[in-house]
């Protein structure tokens, strides 16, 4: 261990440039590492004293070059050597004898032959990493002088980088040291990092990113293939021995985005004569001067970034999911206590204080135990913040970014399935509702568009609004090809809401032309339906010329649903809160039978299919004449109908539990609760119910009661 | 007791079973008139009967979902999944919650018991493998069978019993 951070003081003396520096450090190693080890190290670092520090000193830019070259040379012996000297060390510290598959295959075997949780960690730490990364390098190309983003996002490379190297994941090892070398130069102010430097830098982001989910799905047992960094690397190394051509004109690409990113190989083009270096190095301390105002409002959300994360720490999400169990248990336990006959009866006041006290506490205690899973949006929107960018530049059009409400919390894995539908509208928003900068000059706008997202809580549930200031939702085009696909029968009268909830139509796509980004007419129905999914809502406002807004209305949390607890025979079941519209006792005659089969029954005006829930299930119920049930009015995917069962027992919140194994995908059941006497509820799947109703029944009434009902839904919205 | 199982064993099954260490710590448990044993380090914990919520659409064996301390685990009856006919629960009858190990990880699982006995230290001789009982019983769910005071314990492979759906006709090893 100590010789590793040895290893690691050298290194970062090496890349500070301070090569005297490293050699008292080689010698105190030299005490525990035989010299043969030691040699080839110590030979190189000698070639690099006799070198010229910095190339840009020499006088002619022919001989800058040559000397470049060889420190060059010097500079790669050495590396070379640390990472060997590294690598035997930590083989050497490697109990498992796994020496001779890791060197023959590295990147397919190293994988397996590793330990999983170690890679595991790894995966965990470089993904954090990148995430910061990504953060600090947007703030880098609007401030290439920004001295702690740089300094942020080299120590994440940096830390990448021994990381991988300790796991053998060479070809992460190898993209990150090179961008960490482009990073350094520009630290220490030999290069600005211009847009095409932030570029090759985020590509090797990217190409990490990638990496690392194919070491997870090879962990998991799954092979995945991305290609081997083989041009990245090229234009990295060409970047860094380069600095001068890389480092060109900051404003000539910033004008030209489309350029740049077409093509990042011709962002590095022919070498530019040495004065360049001078003028080059000048610019970032006057920039700097210009710009401090604005360097300190970056840097104070920054570092209250980073005071917060010393205050977290990581939890196993197994550990939290005990914990949330246990209290759930205690709240169970608590409550059978408090309410128990005998104590209730004892009239006893100071037991009734104390477990009125008891209740608050344990209330309490569950309310912080739920909050453990909330995380802040931010993570999410950070990702928005990248992709505006791409996108824009792909687009050909100017595009900003607000964010409003970071901090706002939300379950974590809600904000994990709401990542691709967020993803989606924003690029959409960019592609067909920001317009190109001249039209946009044309109506009096901005040139620049911009995107909000809004994230904010009301009463139980978080609100995420995207709003974009761009042309609006065209009304006439999205009714006319509704009209044309047989969406919505022509002439009929739709309201605006109506109108645009169209879009989320499978196949529906109102683009002109299929482009790279949007139009291929998949994608807002998935919106909806992951949405959907969530517990969510989404609805959509649109001024034309002015711009639109998307609403998302989504649940805290997942753990826990609103359910009504309802009683067929000696069993109880959970319908979730969210489908139900409405419950009443039928009045004689209400109900009314079609073909002495399926039972209907009359709700304001519509006629809706009813469902015995004791059939559904095959459970014995009490009942058997309809008037005695009580009735359910559900709606699932906008369809509505009426469940039936014996009795109404209560509302209660109940957290969702799988049922574990193979009654996981049981039809019908979406899972399990602990009701409030402690035994198991099931919370029921309202739409397998509907769909898989009365399955005894022949397949042709099954279809013409079918088409009965949705006539009865045409007559509702029409 | 079936006359099949005081046969002498038979030569080795499956040589994978074979090579798993078998001897160590047993539970062993009434399920109708037969004594069986599962390894100690499968056994989570052993739990008084208790009220199992039914699900629907399951098969007839799995008698339904219990709340283990905040936990929702299914319950299997061992008698109906070994095809023995249902009786009625007594004082005797508890659930013994066994950790499987299955292609989607462990699980917990209840097994519903006529009757819970003891532990016994059982050594690798004391155990034999399990006779070729022809065709109709299929013994992939089974160990071996060990004797022990004279009487004679059949084994279960219990990650094998639970996660199997075929292994109704065990019964017919009992009666």
């Known amino acids: 261990m100590q010789l590793n951070q040895n290893l690691d003081r050298i290194a970062e003396q090496y890349l500070l440039e301070d090569f005297s520096g490293i050699r008292p450090l080689l010698a105190e190693l030299s005490a525990h590492l035989s010299h043969d080890q030691l040699a080839p190290l110590a030979a190189s670092l000698d070639q690099l004293l006799a070198e010229p520090a910095a190339p840009a000193e020499a006088a002619a830019p022919a001989e800058a070059a040559t000397m470049g070259q060889a420190s060059q040379q010097a500079r790669a012996e050495f590396e070379g050597a640390l990472e060997a000297l590294r690598r035997a060390l930590s083989q050497s510290a490697a109990p498992a004898p796994s020496t001779g598959a890791t060197s023959s295959s590295p990147a397919a075997s190293?994988?397996?032959?590793?330990?999983?949780?170690?890679?595991?960690?790894?995966?965990?730490?470089?993904?954090?990493?990148?995430?910061?990364?990504?953060?600090?390098?947007?703030?880098?190309?609007?401030?290439?002088?920004?001295?702690?983003?740089?300094?942020?996002?080299?120590?994440?490379?940096?830390?990448?980088?021994?990381?991988?190297?300790?796991?053998?994941?060479?070809?992460?090892?190898?993209?990150?040291?090179?961008?960490?070398?482009?990073?350094?130069?520009?630290?220490?102010?030999?290069?600005?990092?211009?847009?095409?430097?932030?570029?090759?830098?985020?590509?090797?982001?990217?190409?990490?990113?990638?990496?690392?989910?194919?070491?997870?799905?090879?962990?998991?047992?799954?092979?995945?293939?991305?290609?081997?960094?083989?041009?990245?690397?090229?234009?990295?190394?060409?970047?860094?021995?380069?600095?001068?051509?890389?480092?060109?004109?900051?404003?000539?690409?910033?004008?030209?985005?489309?350029?740049?990113?077409?093509?990042?190989?011709?962002?590095?083009?022919?070498?530019?004569?040495?004065?360049?270096?001078?003028?080059?190095?000048?610019?970032?301390?006057?920039?700097?001067?210009?710009?401090?105002?604005?360097?300190?409002?970056?840097?104070?959300?920054?570092?209250?970034?980073?005071?917060?994360?010393?205050?977290?720490?990581?939890?196993?999400?197994?550990?939290?999911?005990?914990?949330?169990?246990?209290?759930?248990?205690?709240?169970?336990?608590?409550?059978?206590?408090?309410?128990?006959?005998?104590?209730?009866?004892?009239?006893?006041?100071?037991?009734?204080?104390?477990?009125?006290?008891l209740r608050r506490v344990t209330e309490e205690v569950q309310k912080v135990a739920m909050a453990t899973r909330l995380v802040p949006?931010?993570?999410?929107?950070?990702?928005?913040?990248?992709?505006?960018?791409?996108?824009?530049?792909?687009?050909?059009?100017?595009?900003?970014?607000?964010?409003?409400?970071?901090?706002?919390?939300?379950?974590?894995?809600?904000?994990?399935?709401?990542?691709?539908?967020?993803?989606?509208?924003?690029?959409?928003?960019?592609?067909?509702?920001?317009?190109?900068?001249?039209?946009?000059?044309?109506?009096?706008?901005?040139?620049?568009?911009?995107?909000?997202?809004?994230?904010?809580?009301?009463?139980?549930?978080?609100?995420?609004?995207?709003?974009?200031?761009?042309?609006?939702?065209?009304?006439?085009?999205?009714?006319?090809?509704?009209?044309?696909?047989?969406?919505?029968?022509?002439?009929?009268?739709?309201?605006?809401?109506?109108?645009?909830?169209l879009i989320f139509e499978p196949g529906f796509s109102t683009a002109e032309k299929v482009t790279d980004l949007s139009g291929r007419g998949v994608g807002m129905d998935v919106v909806k339906k992951q949405i959907t999914k969530l517990r969510g809502k989404i609805d959509i406002q649109s001024t034309p010329g002015v711009g639109t807004t998307f609403y998302l209305k989504l649940p805290l949390t997942l753990a826990i649903i609103e359910g009504l607890v309802v009683g067929v025979g000696r069993e109880r079941f959970i319908v979730p809160i969210f489908s139900v519209q409405e419950m009443f006792r039928p009045a004689p005659g209400q109900i009314s039978t079609v073909q002495g089969k399926a039972e209907m029954v009359m709700v304001r005006n519509t006629l809706l299919p009813v469902v015995r829930l004791e059939d559904a299930l095959s459970v014995v119920g009490s009942h058997s004449a309809s008037e005695d049930g009580l009735m359910i009015v559900a709606e699932i995917e906008g369809k509505r109908f009426v469940l039936m069962v014996d009795e109404f027992i209560g509302k209660q919140e109940v957290v969702i539990k799988s049922l574990g194994g193979s009654l996981k995908n049981t039809p019908g059941v979406a899972g399990g609760a602990i009701l409030g006497d402690g035994r198991v509820g099931l919370i029921l799947d309202l739409e397998a119910i509907y769909r898989d109703r009365e399955p005894k029944e022949e397949n042709s009434t099954e279809t013409r009661k079918q088409s009965f009902c949705f006539s009865e839904q045409d007559l509702v919205t029409v | 007791m079936s006359t099949n199982i005081s046969l002498p064993a038979a030569p080795p099954l499956a040589s994978s079973l074979a090579a798993m260490p078998r001897g160590g710590k047993y539970l062993t448990f009434q399920v109708a008139e037969e004594e069986f044993g599962i390894q100690v380090l499968k056994v989570r914990?052993?739990?008084?009967?208790?009220?199992?919520?039914?699900?629907?659409?399951?098969?007839?064996?799995?008698?339904?979902?219990?709340?283990?301390?905040?936990?929702?685990?299914?319950?299997?009856?061992?008698?109906?999944?070994?095809?023995?006919?249902?009786?009625?629960?007594?004082?005797?009858?508890?659930?013994?919650?066994?950790?499987?190990?299955?292609?989607?990880?462990?699980?917990?699982?209840?097994?519903?018991?006529?009757?819970?006995?003891?532990?016994?230290?059982?050594?690798?001789?004391?155990?034999?493998?399990?006779?070729?009982?022809?065709?109709?019983?299929?013994?992939?769910?089974?160990?071996?069978?060990?004797?022990?005071?004279?009487?004679?314990?059949?084994?279960?492979?219990?990650?094998?019993?639970?996660?199997?759906?075929?292994?109704?006709?065990?019964?017919?090893?009992?009666?």
Do not use: W
């Open chain 1, 377 to 501: 949006v931010s993570a999410l929107f950070q990702r928005v913040n990248r992709l505006v960018r791409d996108t824009s530049r792909k687009a050909g059009k100017l595009a900003e970014v607000e964010f409003f409400g970071e901090e706002t919390q939300l379950d974590k894995t809600i904000i994990e399935e709401l990542t691709d539908p967020i993803m989606h509208m924003v690029r959409n928003s960019i592609d067909h509702g920001i317009e190109q900068p001249e039209q946009r000059v044309a109506a009096g706008k901005a040139r620049a568009g911009k995107i909000q997202l809004k994230a904010y809580r009301q009463a139980d549930h978080i609100l995420i609004e995207i709003v974009d200031d761009g042309r609006g939702l065209n009304r006439e085009r999205i009714r006319n090809k509704a009209t044309e696909r047989g969406l919505v029968p022509e002439g009929a009268v739709l309201t605006d809401s109506e109108i645009f909830q």
């Open chain 1, 110 to 357: 190293s994988v397996l032959s590793q330990d999983p949780e170690l890679v595991g960690d790894f995966l965990l730490e470089a993904r954090e990493h990148l995430g910061s990364v990504e953060q600090g390098l947007l703030i880098i190309e609007k401030d290439p002088s920004h001295k702690e983003s740089l300094h942020s996002v080299f120590r994440s490379f940096h830390t990448i980088k021994g990381l991988a190297g300790f796991l053998e994941f060479d070809r992460i090892q190898d993209v990150a040291h090179e961008v960490e070398t482009i990073l350094d130069m520009a630290r220490n102010g030999q290069i600005v990092m211009g847009p095409a430097l932030v570029d090759l830098a985020l590509s090797g982001a990217d190409f990490i990113q990638r990496e690392t989910n194919r070491i997870e799905s090879e962990l998991h047992g799954r092979t995945e293939f991305v290609a081997a960094p083989v041009e990245l690397l090229a234009h990295l190394r060409a970047a860094a021995q380069d600095p001068g051509a890389a480092a060109q004109d900051p404003g000539a690409a910033a004008q030209d985005p489309s350029a740049a990113a077409q093509d990042p190989s011709t962002a590095v083009p022919a070498n530019i004569p040495a004065e360049a270096h001078a003028e080059v190095l000048a610019v970032p301390s006057a920039e700097e001067a210009a710009k401090l105002p604005e360097a300190v409002a970056v840097d104070a959300p920054a570092r209250r970034a980073q005071t917060q994360e010393s205050y977290s720490i990581r939890v196993d999400t197994a550990k939290l999911d005990y914990l949330l169990d246990m209290v759930g248990e205690m709240v169970i336990a608590e409550s059978m206590v408090r309410l128990d006959p005998e104590i209730a009866a004892s009239g006893n006041a100071r037991l009734q204080r104390n477990l009125t006290q």
């Open chain 2, 45 to 175: 914990e052993i739990m008084g009967l208790q009220e199992i919520t039914a699900v629907p659409h399951t098969p007839h064996y799995v008698k339904g979902v219990i709340n283990l301390r905040g936990k929702v685990i299914p319950v299997v009856d061992l008698r109906l999944k070994f095809g023995l006919p249902e009786t009625e629960y007594t004082q005797r009858t508890c659930i013994i919650v066994t950790e499987i190990v299955s292609t989607e990880g462990n699980m917990l699982i209840g097994a519903v018991v006529d009757g819970v006995s003891e532990v016994l230290n059982l050594a690798e001789a004391d155990i034999e493998d399990t006779p070729d009982f022809g065709r109709e019983v299929n013994t992939r769910g089974l160990l071996g069978m060990a004797k022990s005071k004279g009487k004679v314990k059949i084994l279960l492979d219990i990650d094998e019993v639970m996660t199997a759906t075929e292994l109704q006709n065990l019964g017919s090893l009992v009666n």
